[in-house]
């Protein structure tokens, strides 16, 4: 089993495709490129951590797509999932999720990425839709209540799509962000992840 991160597909969201420039002629486009590179890359028995924005404006077209996307699906909600607690009355919409596909829905998580060569060590990481401070495009930061509180954990996250793929947060902090904008419009291994964030920390 090979677990898997990725953030920000925005199935069904046609103006995303504009925003950031993404190859793809229309929505119906980009919703089955996503599924068909998701699937080239995921078998059935991996595990998948989805970090947020998975899909907007027609979410029930979105959700029924979980069913057609390999591997076990772990949501870590963003702020245009509608079960996220930055929509209102979110909470009432995580069984909808957990139907649709997902196995678990929740705000953040903590995970351990295995170690990456004879001898390395494994690395407790942070997931979080948000980086510890930054946004896509708007200055005024709209979500800072549901950030973690930078303390030095390396952090994976999605939300700024095209601004960065890895960034030091304003205390030092390794974030990597695996939006399929910045990696290929495919969700990417632990093991890559792992070594990216190795590759970006200060010596």
């Given at each position: ?143 800072q209540r549901f950030r973690y509180r930078d303390l030095g954990h ?50």
């Open positions: 089993m090979t677990t898997y991160f990725t953030s920000d597909q925005h199935f069904g969201h046609a103006n995303i495709i504009r925003y950031c420039d993404r190859p793809f002629e229309g929505v119906d486009d980009m919703d089955e490129g996503l599924i068909a590179r998701w699937n080239e890359t995921v078998d059935v028995d991996d595990e998948v951590w989805v970090l947020g924005d998975y899909s907007l404006h027609d979410r029930d077209k979105g959700l029924s797509y979980l069913r057609r996307l390999n591997g076990t699906k772990y949501l870590v909600v963003g702020n245009h999932d509608r079960c996220s607690p930055s929509q209102t009355d979110g909470s009432l919409y995580v069984p909808k999720y957990i139907e649709a596909g997902f196995t678990t829905v929740v705000t953040q998580a903590e995970v351990v990425l295995p170690a990456v060569q004879s001898g390395g060590e494994d690395l407790q990481v942070l997931l979080s839709h948000y980086p510890y401070a930054g946004e896509s495009h708007a200055k005024q930061d709209r979500h390396p952090l994976i996250c999605g939300h700024v799509h095209t601004e960065w793929k890895t960034q030091l947060s304003p205390r030092g902090t390794v974030q990597v962000n695996v939006g399929v904008d910045q990696w290929d419009f495919r969700p990417v291994t632990a093991e890559q992840v792992h070594r990216t964030i190795l590759a970006a920390t200060p010596a």
